[in-house]
Nanobody, 123 residues
Framework: QVQLVESGGGLVQPGGSLRLSCAAS????????MGWYRQAPGKQRELVAD???????NTADSAKGRFTISRDNAKNTVYLQMNSLKPEDTAAYYC?????????????????WGQGTQVTVSS
């Protein structure tokens, strides 16, 4: 079993910054892509940014120039630095990981989600 634990959310004023972290643990052989998604009330979950193991990054237009995704492969951790936050960034932020998991019969590839961390941007 693999667990993703997020941290770093909270309440921030418009224009402020937050840094989200997501650490994966468990029976991990390797993690391929890792990413951040968000879901605001009444809206669908959407990609914010993702990063593959080699460091290739894909960022949503709404986050470009303000959010930066990074990862530490040795720590199985992905980060999201969020600057110049806007009220419309308010959402639950979820970490996602494409994991090659060790099981008793060998290796299986599974998609995992964190429990979510709330980001609220308000004055």
């Amino acid at each position: 079993q693999v667990q993703l634990v997020e941290s770093g959310g909270g309440l921030v004023q418009p224009g402020g910054s937050l840094r989200l972290s997501c650490a994966a643990s468990g029976s991990i052989r390797r993690i391929n892509a890792m990413g951040w998604y968000r879901q605001a009330p009444g809206k669908q979950r959407e990609l914010v940014a993702d990063i593959n193991r080699s460091g290739w990054i894909n960022t949503a237009d709404s986050a470009k120039g303000r959010f930066t995704i990074s990862r530490d492969n040795a720590k199985n951790t992905v980060y999201l630095q969020m600057n110049s936050l806007k009220p419309e960034d308010t959402a639950a932020y979820y970490c996602n990981a494409d994991v090659e998991e060790l099981i008793w019969t060998g290796v299986v590839r599974r998609d995992y989600w964190g429990q979510g961390t709330q980001v609220t941007v308000s004055s």
